[in-house]
């Protein structure tokens, strides 16, 4: 699996004051990466459209992201809850389960081509054409579930 630290691929983050000061700001990252734009620009925009504060992280952003249609212009859509689950395995299904979430590794399996932002419990990152951009460690964790994500259209 193929891991790009954010850090990296967004736009003014290493000579940004406003990202060496910054903790919880996983959903800025996520956004600057998966739609190309610098982090100075995502942060002032997270704040006012997310309501998030300096190092508190962002709250209910896959229900913000439902009521959005693009940011800074750049159009996305939401992939379907639906496309989301599975049923699970054989013996989870035949002792009554319920579907369940797909995991990251799915998801890459799923959506090799494209730009996604994913979010899974507690935190969000991107994932551009099969590479999972995020912290270091996010690529290492295949098993967790994902609960939303959205396609950048291009």
Known sequence: MKIICSADHIVGYS?????????????VRAIASTFGLEYDVTHR?????????????TFNTAIKLNSLNNI????????PKANLTYPG????????????????SMFIEKYPKGKYLVIKKGHAFSVID?????????????????????????
């Open 45 to 57: 925009f997270v704040a006012e459209e997310f309501r998030r504060k300096p190092r508190k992280g």
């Open 72 to 79: 800074k212009g750049i159009p996305y859509s939401i992939i």
């Open 89 to 104: 395995s054989a013996r989870h299904q035949k002792n009554g389960g319920k579907s369940t979430n797909i995991t990251l």
């Open 15 to 27: 000579e940004s004051v406003i990202a060496k000061g910054e903790n919880n700001d996983c959903v």
């Open 130 to 154: 099969g590479v999972v951009v995020g912290n270091g460690n996010d690529g290492n964790h295949l098993r967790v579930k994902i609960y939303f994500a959205i396609k950048v259209e291009e």
